[in-house]
């Protein structure tokens, strides 16, 4: 005799049905986020950026109804008279199927008191959900969103254009071997350095975003790239004034 389904048990009838597998519900996390918008600015080196609560909240509640739950785990700390170095682990379960993945990651503050490892964390933690789920940032299409709006553009007048740069322009087969995300603090103002080395051995820094992104993308997909540098005040390091892709002005 037939068996009339809406008479079997829940429980019976969910044990029929295969659970859908932890990399697939990561899966369609990524696939729920579209973008995290810049609502944060830095005034000290003039630029904007998205903040550790936006893309958390981003990713909570698409984790969460997905039953996944992200433990993160510190595995060692160095510090550098006013740097903290983290290395860091973050286990996601899957609280339906049993799974999990660990995913390893790094982070850095700087910070003349006790905060320098709170610092590395968070931005350690903002990285790994912006990377893990390829979550673009910007304001571009989601600057009308009431629930995220865009930071306002004071007009301030004309500007001067920039110097021109007087670096030294590396053409060819060159490519980005090695690529960090350092953030800080100064003067209770965060920034962004992006630490990168090349093929060559050169290794260079920049606090300019677009930079950082397109370093980072022809770092992920191995893209040929032509850069542009310069020696920074502190002779420690050199300048990235300019990162294009094969060659091109993009």
């Not at 579209?34 to 698409?62: L, M, W």
């Not at 254009?161 to 053409?171: N, Q």
Request: charged share 25%; glycine share 6%.
């Amino acid at each position: 005799m037939a068996t009339d389904p809406e008479s079997t048990p829940v429980a019976t009838r969910r044990a029929r049905t295969k659970p859908t597998s932890l990399v697939s519900k990561l899966a369609e996390v990524q696939a729920s986020i579209s973008s995290v918008v810049k609502t944060g600015y830095n005034d000290f080196q003039k630029y904007s950026y998205a903040e550790e609560a936006a893309i958390v909240s981003a990713c909570r509640d698409e984790l969460a109804k997905r039953q996944i739950m992200i433990i993160p785990s510190i595995e060692r700390v160095t510090q550098d008279e006013t740097l903290t170095t983290i290395e860091t682990s973050y286990t996601f379960f899957d609280g339906e199927t049993g799974e999990s993945i660990v995913t390893k990651w790094a982070g850095t503050g700087s910070d003349k008191q006790d905060k320098g490892l709170y610092k590395a964390i968070t931005g350690s933690q903002k990285y790994v959900l912006l990377k893990t789920f390829l979550i673009p940032t910007g304001t571009n299409g989601v600057a009308d969103d009431p629930e995220h709006p865009a930071r306002e553009v004071r007009d301030e007048g004309p500007r001067q254009p920039p110097p021109v740069a007087t670096g030294t322009t590396v053409a060819g087969k060159l490519y980005v071997s090695g690529y960090q995300a350092v953030t800080g603090e100064t003067a209770n103002k965060p920034w962004t350095r992006y630490a990168i080395e090349f093929s060559d051995g050169k290794k260079v820094s920049t606090f300019d975003d677009q930079i950082g992104d397109r370093a980072d993308h022809a770092y992920q997909n191995q893209i040929p790239v032509s850069i542009e540098t310069a020696p920074a005040k502190n002779p420690k390091f050199t300048d990235l004034l300019d990162l294009s892709f094969d060659g091109s002005t993009e």
